[in-house]
């Protein structure tokens, strides 16, 4: 039993949570359910209901009160049998609904500072007494930046960087903490620490803004309670609380940490830790409670830890250290130094001429500090800091020799559940998945971003929208990207202006003020349309479609009564390979062309949605504006010969993918889209717009070959390319590094940008042949079409309803496929040359040699 897209029901923020569940291991399927709901004064059992429904289930009973506990399960029917066994119970707990339950304020130092300059950061804390047992308690927490909270000593939770980012004037969110073991009887102490964050940090390019959300540092915490007689003691922060310096002296999102073990007492947050610092009462500031928000989906965590795989020393106490994996995440130390030794730690992507290359980092200095307190060993890592890096640098540590396990690389990201995975005969290839998933992981920290390593890790939504088909895939992001959208929409402007990125920061003259821009604007539209097929929820699709629908209201005002969108900036097929360093947005491809392109697709789509929701005016409405774009596409766009006005891969893989074309003039695309790529040696020459669709647009019009041939390229520009350079996450640019080993000179040189990754959602479909054929994969199709002199491929994937999985296999009659239909679910099986076969729920084995063959 699970909750909304939640890893867990504590804290959950609606009063009326969906319920999911799986079908028992062998179920054929589900022909009824009933749900018991255990509330504190009495059981509610629905009573048989019939029907097939099992993911995203509304809510049964009455609408749960703040604070309230139901724990919840469910019996399943199937076929002429008797129920199944009650599950397992899940609980939900609801957090805190509405504003009048927060006493809460915002808490921080009083002391004057500068704010335009560095600031040190605080420590909050406040002693409480407790005189009865305790038998429930939960910690409500959000802060204006960033927290770590201690009862006792003892940290609360395992996440980092909370309360992630969001618009934070229109929604912040809070995190709720069972911390019922916490307490001793007596005396009692809670506290925290506290970093700038994105809410007052130093963030964003061209050299950055500090204070974009407010000049405060400030904890929100709200612990209540509960003891055995019934009655609650709540410790909210307020004036009473106190506030003093702590021994982090500086910390950055980009820049790094500093960090004084000398200033640091680790009794701080104890009832004896008062006397250890200068405590002075907090400052209150403000936050209307109508804006707190709880999660809708998983924190960052820790969720591996590297060693290196190789150290070399190149001095006294300087040591350079690889860890084997390109990561986002930050170094964990332990050593025992004297008072006063300084150990430095500094990060980058990749090495140049044997050294850290730092000149991709841009602004971001990655650079953090640790001073030893002389008092034995201990272990110490950054908190209010990430990294994006491979490679890193120490100096200043104490002696000759780094004592194995001295040095621990901790990978951070938001701890999305894995759901998908890919692997193949050709051993680049399955590396190249790899390196999808690990740029996945790297920038989906609370908000999908797109560089982890400088100075910007914002969230771009047109670097979104094309890479949500393989990151749904990958991982269940359904709930992070459904409170990114939520921030999508609450950025969009009055007019329907969809926002380069989101959250907004100020980005200079290129980005502001903001202006529509295609591809990028129509994440409103096309995120959502792909989340509900991918995780089958319409609710969110609901949700979601007036934001998409005022962002293609306003395309059409801007387009015309001549449907063609040909004025305003536009970033055209971002990083087209032939686009100079200097100028990603001067690619092959008319950069107008793109913006009709995608006019026409999002109405489409648009359509689509709005029948989805039943609603048919819309659906007609948004359908004839699409025919309407896409005629006026091809009068504009395609000569009477069938070449395109843009000559070039992107215009006509958009062409194809997005259906804007005759069948004739289809033909004519998919072939002269063909040679164009073998004219080029089978060389990437694609942007951002074009890479995610020129594979399926060959596979489409009777070229897979040359999929193929682009997929396995080695030569500069290709994915493999970046393989066979010793990458383990996809660059930013196909020749972010170029082959006479020197960085590409353009200001943006990432080693770690998921969007050219956008190819692994075509390695699922077609390669490993798992595409969904109804919304949340409740019927499959598997069609796998083997090429490239590939020999087999292994792909799985955890849908709503439990494993969907492909194994096939070349043999010396054909092929052999091994597929898992999950419960509940139907699935086609559609083998090379062979007849469609209809699948049920199991484990199934085909082997061509055995079906009827497909007719010409």
Same mark, same amino acid.
């Given at each position: 039993?699970?909750?909304?897209?939640?890893?867990?029901?504590?804290?959950?923020?609606?009063?009326?949570?969906?319920?999911?569940?799986?079908?028992?291991?062998?179920?054929?399927?589900?022909?009824?359910?009933?749900?018991?709901?255990?509330?504190?004064?009495?059981?509610?059992?629905?009573?048989?209901?019939?029907?097939?429904?099992?993911?995203?289930?509304?809510?049964?009973?009455?609408?749960?009160?703040?604070?309230?506990?139901?724990?919840?399960?469910?019996?399943?029917?199937?076929?002429?049998?008797?129920?199944?066994?009650?599950?397992?119970?899940?609980?939900?707990?609801?957090?805190?609904?509405?504003?009048?339950?927060?006493?809460?304020?915002?808490?921080?130092?009083?002391?004057?500072?500068?704010?335009?300059?560095?600031?040190?950061?605080?420590?909050?804390?406040?002693?409480?007494?407790?005189?009865?047992?305790?038998?429930?308690?939960?910690?409500?927490?959000?802060?204006?930046?960033?927290?770590?909270?201690?009862?006792?000593?003892?940290?609360?939770?395992?996440?980092?960087?909370?309360?992630?980012?969001?618009?934070?004037?229109?929604?912040?969110?809070?995190?709720?903490?069972?911390?019922?073991?916490?307490?001793?009887?007596?005396?009692?102490?809670?506290?925290?620490?506290?970093?700038?964050?994105?809410?007052?940090?130093?963030?964003?390019?061209?050299?950055?803004?500090?204070?974009?959300?407010?000049?405060?540092?400030?904890?929100?915490?709200?612990?209540?309670?509960? +003891?055995?007689?019934?009655?609650?003691?709540?410790?909210?922060?307020?004036?009473?609380?106190?506030?003093?310096?702590?021994?982090?002296?500086?910390?950055?999102?980009?820049?790094?940490?500093?960090?004084?073990?000398?200033?640091?007492?680790?009794?701080?947050?104890?009832?004896?830790?008062?006397?250890?610092?200068?405590?002075?009462?907090?400052?209150?500031?403000?936050?209307?409670?109508?804006?707190?928000?709880?999660?809708?989906?998983?924190?960052?965590?820790?969720?591996?830890?590297?060693?290196?795989?190789?150290?070399?020393?190149?001095?006294?106490?300087?040591?350079?250290?690889?860890?084997?994996?390109?990561?986002?995440?930050?170094?964990?130390?332990?050593?025992?130094?004297?008072?006063?030794?300084?150990?430095?730690?500094?990060?980058?992507?990749?090495?140049?001429?044997?050294?850290?290359?730092?000149?991709?980092?841009?602004?971001?200095?990655?650079?953090?500090?640790?001073?030893?307190?002389?008092?034995?060993?201990?272990?110490?890592?950054?908190?209010?800091?990430?990294?994006?890096?491979?490679?890193?640098?120490?100096?200043?540590?104490?002696?000759?020799?780094?004592?194995?396990?001295?040095?621990?690389?901790?990978?951070?990201?938001?701890?999305?559940?894995?759901?998908?995975?890919?692997?193949?005969?050709?051993?680049?290839?399955?590396?190249?998945?790899?390196?999808?998933?690990?740029?996945?992981?790297?920038?989906?920290?609370?908000?999908?971003?797109?560089?982890?390593?400088?100075?910007?890790?914002?969230?771009?939504?047109?670097?979104?929208?094309?890479?949500?088909?393989?990151?749904?895939?990958?991982?269940?992001?359904?709930?992070?990207?459904?409170?990114?959208?939520?921030?999508?929409?609450?950025?969009?402007?009055?007019?329907?202006?969809?926002?380069?990125?989101?959250?907004?920061?100020?980005?200079?003259?290129?980005?502001?003020?903001?202006?529509?821009?295609?591809?990028?604007?129509?994440?409103?539209?096309?995120?959502?349309?792909?989340?509900?097929?991918?995780?089958?929820?319409?609710?969110?699709?609901?949700?979601?479609?007036?934001?998409?629908?005022?962002?293609?209201?306003?395309?059409?005002?801007?387009?015309?009564?001549?449907?063609?969108?040909?004025?305003?900036?536009?970033?055209?097929?971002?990083?087209?390979?032939?686009?100079?360093?200097?100028?990603?947005?001067?690619?092959?491809?008319?950069?107008?062309?793109?913006?009709?392109?995608?006019?026409?697709?999002?109405?489409?789509?648009?359509?689509?949605?709005?029948?989805?929701?039943?609603?048919?005016?819309?659906?007609?409405?948004?359908?004839?504006?699409?025919?309407?774009?896409?005629?006026?596409?091809?009068?504009?766009?395609?000569?009477?010969?069938?070449?395109?006005?843009?000559?070039?891969?992107?215009?006509?893989?958009?062409?194809?993918?997005?259906?804007?074309?005759?069948?004739?003039?289809?033909?004519?695309?998919?072939?002269?889209?063909?040679?164009?790529?073998?004219?080029?040696?089978?060389?990437?020459?694609?942007?951002?717009?074009?890479?995610?669709?020129?594979?399926?647009?060959?596979?489409?019009?009777?070229?897979?070959?040359?999929?193929?041939?682009?997929?396995?390229?080695?030569?500069?520009?290709?994915?493999?390319?970046?393989?066979?350079?010793?990458?383990?996450?996809?660059?930013?640019?196909?020749?972010?590094?170029?082959?006479?080993?020197?960085?590409?000179?353009?200001?943006?040189?990432?080693?770690?940008?998921?969007?050219?990754?956008?190819?692994?959602?075509?390695?699922?479909?077609?390669?490993?042949?798992?595409?969904?054929?109804?919304?949340?994969?409740?019927?499959?199709?598997?069609?796998?079409?083997?090429?490239?002199?590939?020999?087999?491929?292994?792909?799985?994937?955890?849908?709503?309803?439990?494993?969907?999985?492909?194994?096939?296999?070349?043999?010396? +009659?054909?092929?052999?496929?091994?597929?898992?239909?999950?419960?509940?679910?139907?699935?086609?099986?559609?083998?090379?040359?062979?007849?469609?076969?209809?699948?049920?729920?199991?484990?199934?084995?085909?082997?061509?040699?055995?079906?009827?063959?497909?007719?010409?």
């Amino acid at each position: 039993m699970s909750f909304e897209h939640l890893p867990d029901g504590l804290g959950i923020g609606v009063a009326a949570p969906r319920l999911s569940w799986t079908l028992p291991a062998g179920a054929a399927a589900q022909t009824g359910y009933e749900i018991e709901l255990g509330r504190a004064d009495r059981t509610e059992k629905t009573g048989r209901i019939e029907g097939a429904a099992q993911n995203l289930v509304p809510w049964p009973g009455e609408p749960l009160s703040s604070r309230e506990r139901v724990s919840v399960r469910v019996r399943v029917w199937g076929g002429a049998a008797g129920p199944s066994p009650w599950s397992e119970p899940g609980v939900v707990e609801a957090g805190l609904l509405q504003p009048q339950d927060w006493q809460a304020v915002p808490v921080g130092a009083a002391w004057e500072e500068n704010h335009d300059e560095d600031r040190r950061p605080a420590r909050v804390r406040k002693d409480f007494t407790l005189s009865r047992p305790v038998t429930r308690a939960r910690l409500y927490v959000s802060a204006h930046g960033l927290y770590e909270a201690e009862i006792n000593g003892r940290r609360v939770g395992d996440d980092a960087l909370s309360p992630g980012w969001t618009v934070y004037h229109q929604r912040l969110r809070y995190y709720t903490y069972d911390v019922t073991h916490h307490f001793a009887p007596g005396d009692n102490t809670i506290g925290a620490w506290l970093g700038d964050g994105w809410y007052r940090g130093h963030i964003g390019f061209d050299g950055g803004t500090r204070n974009i959300y407010g000049t405060d540092q400030s904890l929100i915490a709200q612990l209540e309670i509960t +003891h055995d007689d019934g009655a609650t003691t709540v410790i909210a922060t307020d004036a009473t609380w106190e506030a003093a310096p702590g021994p982090i002296l500086f910390s950055g999102l980009y820049e790094g940490e500093t960090f004084d073990a000398r200033l640091d007492d680790p009794s701080w947050a104890t009832p004896a830790g008062r006397s250890t610092a200068d405590w002075t009462r907090v400052a209150v500031f403000e936050r209307d409670p109508r804006t707190l928000t709880a999660p809708q989906g998983p924190r960052v965590r820790v969720t591996q830890e590297i060693a290196p795989v190789a150290v070399v020393r190149h001095g006294e106490g300087h040591h350079l250290l690889d860890f084997g994996q390109n990561l986002v995440g930050r170094l964990r130390i332990t050593l025992d130094a004297p008072a006063g030794t300084t150990v430095t730690l500094r990060q980058a992507e990749v090495l140049q001429d044997g050294k850290l290359a730092t000149r991709p980092l841009r602004d971001a200095h990655a650079t953090d500090t640790y001073i030893a307190a002389g008092d034995g060993p201990r272990t110490w890592q950054p908190r209010f800091t990430l990294h994006g890096f491979r490679y890193a640098e120490i100096t200043g540590w104490p002696g000759n020799e780094l004592p194995e396990g001295a040095v621990t690389a901790l990978v951070h990201h938001t701890d999305m559940r894995r759901t998908g995975w890919f692997e193949c005969s050709d051993p680049l290839v399955t590396r190249l998945h790899e390196n999808v998933v690990w740029s996945m992981r790297g920038n989906f920290v609370d908000i999908p971003t797109d560089c982890p390593q400088r100075d910007e890790r914002l969230g771009w939504t047109g670097d979104l929208q094309v890479f949500a088909p393989t990151a749904s895939f990958l991982y269940d992001c359904s709930g992070m990207l459904d409170s990114w959208l939520t921030d999508v929409a609450a950025e969009q402007l009055p007019d329907g202006t969809i926002p380069w990125y989101v959250p907004v920061i100020p980005g200079g003259p290129v980005w502001t003020p903001i202006q529509p821009g295609a591809a990028w604007g129509d994440a409103a539209v096309l995120t959502p349309w792909v989340l509900f097929q991918r995780f089958g929820d319409l609710d969110l699709l609901r949700r979601h479609f007036p934001t998409g629908r005022r962002w293609v209201d306003l395309v059409e005002r801007l387009a015309g009564p001549d449907r063609l969108w040909n004025s305003g900036f536009q970033l055209g097929d971002w990083l087209d390979p032939a686009a100079p360093p200097e100028d990603p947005a001067a690619g092959r491809t008319d950069r107008y062309l793109v913006a009709t392109a995608y006019f026409a697709h999002s109405a489409r789509r648009l359509s689509q949605s709005a029948e989805a929701l039943g609603d048919a005016d819309a659906a007609q409405h948004y359908g004839k504006l699409a025919d309407e774009v896409a005629q006026a596409f091809r009068d504009h766009y395609v000569l009477p010969s069938g070449l395109m006005t843009s000559d070039a891969p992107t215009a006509y893989a958009l062409a194809l993918d997005f259906d804007l074309l005759t069948p004739e003039q289809r033909r004519y695309a998919g072939d002269r889209l063909a040679a164009l790529v073998l004219e080029d040696d089978a060389r990437i020459a694609t942007g951002f717009v074009g890479t995610p669709l020129i594979c399926d647009a060959l596979t489409d019009t009777g070229h897979l070959d040359i999929a193929y041939r682009l997929l396995t390229q080695t030569e500069c520009p290709s994915w493999l390319y970046t393989v066979t350079h010793g990458a383990t996450t996809v660059w930013e640019r196909w020749d972010s590094l170029r082959p006479d080993g020197t960085l590409n000179p353009g200001g943006m040189t990432s080693f770690n940008h998921y969007a050219l990754g956008a190819v692994a959602d075509w390695l699922h479909r077609v390669v490993g042949g798992i595409a969904p054929a109804a919304p949340g994969y409740r019927a499959l199709t598997f069609r796998p079409r083997p090429g490239g002199g590939l020999t087999w491929a292994n792909t799985r994937h955890e849908t709503p309803y439990g494993t969907a999985a492909l194994s096939w296999e070349l043999t010396a +009659h054909g092929m052999t496929a091994r597929i898992t239909v999950p419960p509940g679910c139907s699935g086609t099986a559609e083998l090379p040359g062979c007849a469609p076969v209809r699948l049920g729920p199991g484990k199934h084995t085909l082997d061509t040699a055995g079906l009827h063959k497909r007719a010409d």
